[in-house]
């Protein structure tokens, strides 16, 4: 049985942002969603959010499978609507090249956006390494972003890629319209994972934008903005059997510092300002796993899993006013969470789960007191989801969560999937 599930762990992908969620309803639905709307750009989506921050083309290396469509939609709270379209295409022209392609369409509550990224690459002469270029298309806002990568192949799932990524580079190539804005960014990236025993799975990433510099000609002001974005991530199969289920330990830290300084052109504007954030949480989650069945063929699934994270948030603005006025706030957030499959089968995925929310806000400006703000709630949920295999590789999915101590309506999904 432990040997059947180091296999598949050697066998799955280990992604460079980041696990995936074993829940039933996936990233969308994750444990932040109903969270209060003042705290939700805050440091309780740091952790999900980071992979965001960074291009989607890191995860479309050109030699990685996966060719089919997806659609998604669904609902957040009743009025937070949502659509997303995925299609992917990857092939290869010999043995040395490959391609790929990836259109991903979405709308939502903050409007509608669409990108295709492109990526072509090679496996070079040397043992184990490859290159590839990616061009990310954003038809919407006239944008193509320009990246270049390389990697390096080891045993089994090890390697290291390096990703240089270039911002808009055609800008002045287009219309200058007053409502347009120029950005000049680049953006370097670093990703690793090894095996470091049949036991243990490490990876992380690094990524580091050095400046961005963001043209507003339309609002009078110019923002010089860095980041630097530090993640590591570990999974571990314990020894031993409880309850004949095998267990893992996972754990991620991720670190983010930036700083933003905004230069206001218009005389005596006060919006002036120079923005200093540094950001830190870890996460550690413990999960059985039910054993499936080779004679056959039941696959195993993952079961009741527990976790905690932890999240600290500090930002500090500064302005150039006369009494040198400047704001710090600070924000922690401690979240311990439990979930528990009760039917879980290749059709149906019912999950109640417990969340233990302590968030502490606090605000400081020199011509007022310091405020803070404190809040616990213990926050129940029910998710369930159902899933339908059509002949072809088509799959239907669909889902819907409920918190039970309110009670009110997290939000409902469904889906559309075709691999081929």
């Known amino acids: 049985m432990r040997a059947a599930l180091l296999a598949a762990l050697a066998a799955a992908p280990l992604p460079a942002w980041g696990y995936p969620d074993d829940g039933p309803l996936g990233e969308v639905f994750r444990r932040s969603v109903d969270r209060d709307r003042d705290f939700d750009l805050g440091p309780s989506y740091f952790l999900d959010s980071l992979h965001y921050d960074f291009p989607d083309s890191w995860d479309m290396a050109w030699e990685r ?70 061009a990310d298309l954003d038809p ?30 055609l800008f002045n190539q287009k219309t200058d319209a007053p409502e347009r804005y120029r950005r000049d960014a680049w953006t370097l990236g670093l990703s690793g994972r090894r095996r470091m025993t049949p036991d243990l799975d490490v990876w992380g990433s690094v990524t580091v934008t050095p400046s961005v510099e963001i043209d507003r000609p339309d609002r009078g002001y110019t923002l010089f903005y860095r980041r630097r974005t530090i993640t590591l991530n570990g999974r571990w ?46 996460q550690v989650e413990y999960t059985l796993h039910h054993p499936g069945d080779p004679a056959t063929g039941k696959p195993g699934r993952a079961g009741p899993r527990a976790g905690f994270e932890w999240v600290e948030f500090h930002e500090r603005d500064e302005y150039p006013a006369p009494d040198g006025r ?22 149906w995925n019912v999950e109640p789960a417990l969340y233990l ?8 400006t020199p011509n007022a007191p310091a405020g803070e703000r404190k809040r616990s709630a213990l926050d129940s949920k029910l998710a369930a989801s159902w899933n339908y295999f059509f002949a072809g590789g088509a799959t239907f999915r669909a889902g819907g969560s409920m918190d039970l101590d309110r009670p009110s309506f997290g939000g409902a999904f469904a889906s559309v999937s075709l691999a081929f």
């Open 140 to 169: 919407a806002k006239e944008e193509i972003d320009l990246g270049a990568t390389w990697a390096l192949r080891g045993e089994g799932n090890d390697r290291i890629e390096a990703l240089a990524y270039w911002t808009d580079p």
């Open 357 to 364: 929310d302590r968030i502490q806000y606090r605000v400081h």
């Open 237 to 282: 199969a314990l020894p031993g059997e409880l309850w004949g289920c095998t267990q893992t330990l996972r754990g991620k830290v991720t670190k983010q510092e930036a700083d933003r300084r905004r230069d206001a052109w218009l005389p005596g504007d006060l919006t002036e300002s120079h923005m200093q954030r540094d950001a830190w949480g870890a």
């Open 65 to 134: 499978p996966g060719n089919g469509l997806r659609a998604t939609g669904g609902s957040i709270h009743n009025d937070e609507m949502f659509l997303r379209t995925e299609a992917r295409v990857r092939d290869d022209l010999d043995e040395d090249w490959g391609y790929g392609y990836r259109y991903l369409q979405g709308q939502d509550f903050d409007g509608t956006w669409r990108r295709s990224l492109l990526s072509a690459g090679r496996d070079l002469p040397w043992d184990g390494q490859e290159a590839g270029l990616v």
């Open 326 to 347: 400047h704001r710090i706030e600070t924000r922690r957030e401690a979240i311990p969470y439990a979930a528990v499959p009760l039917w879980r089968s290749d059709r």
